[in-house]
């Protein structure tokens, strides 16, 4: 069976421009969530979207925004970027109901 | 969601039993442990959770003290596979969880399986 998929894996942005990272969850999991992982530190929650709907976000500025389409599949963009974005952004899938969330590999995202 | 207090590494030889405690004093009644890991350049991979009885899965064992105040995942026969950032996390489980979306993670545990 197919994993959590994340694409692309590695992205170099300039500071002020846009990125659009998607993820693809486990077939059959309605829920996927978003986390930035700073070099060094652990995980943190960005996003959770649920049945398209937006269950719970974190402490993260407007610049950051994603959605969820009728596939589940994810996207988050990151609007005006800035060196600090710099990070792995790890995407996870979840099946209502379970505790277990599956990652992706993530995608390493470099602001120059 | 509880915080949780993890040592910032530790050290284990290949084959023996890797023990990671974890401390979460504040913990709620209806919030569970959970133990993810993180191997170097990959996603967290979920190993093992529990509320109040001691878990086991093919992975590893979790023991969670009577008071709840406490846990620790047992590793039963490290390799060098294992080497890893473990993180102890707790929160509202199941279904009925508002937050069962969400994982706050901490600093975790730098876990070196050696020779």
């Known amino acids: 069976d197919a994993g959590v998929t994340q694409s692309p894996t590695h992205l170099i942005k300039t500071r002020g421009q846009h990125v659009t990272l998607r993820c693809s969850p486990i077939?059959?999991?309605?829920?996927v969530s978003w986390y930035q992982q700073v070099l060094g530190q652990g995980p943190q929650f960005i996003f959770q979207y649920y049945e398209k709907e937006e269950r719970g976000r974190g402490n993260f500025p407007d610049r950051f925004s994603a959605r969820q389409f009728p596939n589940y599949s994810s996207e988050l963009n990151v609007n005006a970027l800035l060196l600090g974005d710099s990070a792995l952004y790890l995407c996870?899938?979840?099946?209502?109901?379970?505790?277990?969330?599956?990652f992706g590999q993530g995608t390493r995202l470099t602001v120059v | 969601d509880a915080k949780t207090t993890q040592p910032t590494s530790m050290d284990c030889a290949e084959g023996r039993a890797a023990n990671l405690p974890c401390n979460h004093s504040?913990?709620?009644?209806?919030?569970?442990v959970y133990w993810y890991r993180q191997i170097h350049s990959q996603g967290p991979q979920y190993i093992i959770h529990g509320l109040k009885n001691n878990e086991t899965n093919e992975m590893a064992s979790l023991i969670i003290t009577e008071d709840r105040k406490s846990s620790t995942l047992i590793l039963p026969h490290a390799t060098l596979r294992d080497t890893a950032v473990y993180y102890c996390?707790?929160?509202?489980?199941?279904?009925?969880?508002?937050?069962?979306?969400?994982?706050?993670f901490g600093q975790g545990t730098i876990l070196t399986v050696h020779p």
């Open positions: 996390i707790v929160r509202v489980g199941g279904a009925g969880g508002t937050s069962y979306g969400k994982l706050t």
């Open positions: 077939s059959g999991h309605k829920s």
């Open positions: 996870a899938s979840s099946s209502y109901g379970r505790d277990e969330a599956f």
């Open positions: 504040t913990i709620s009644g209806n919030e569970y």
